[in-house]
């Protein structure tokens, strides 16, 4: 019984865990698909491939730095 007692509280933090780094990261998509989008519509000198390009790269390095952190941030907090 012991040995249950003692892994719940840690699957609970796992699961706080990934649920708020699931959270950024599909909020990340999300917005990166949209900068993506724009930046293509708004493109008006024939580089849309480009731009494209651009909010790609842009956007999935601000989405894994910032999923990252809260990863990080939130291993920390859990840690004993």
Do not use: C, Y
Request: proline fraction near 2%; charge should be positive.
């Amino acid at each position: 019984m012991e040995g249950d007692a003692g892994t719940t509280p840690t699957e609970k933090e796992r699961h706080l865990l990934t649920s708020r780094v699931r959270k950024n990261l599909a909020i990340g998509l999300v917005i990166t698909a949209v900068i993506a989008s724009l930046s293509v519509v708004i493109a008006d000198d024939g580089s849309k491939a480009e731009e494209f390009r651009k909010s790609l790269i842009i956007g999935f390095s601000v989405t894994g730095a910032v999923t990252a952190v809260t990863w990080l941030l939130q291993r920390r907090r859990s840690a004993p």
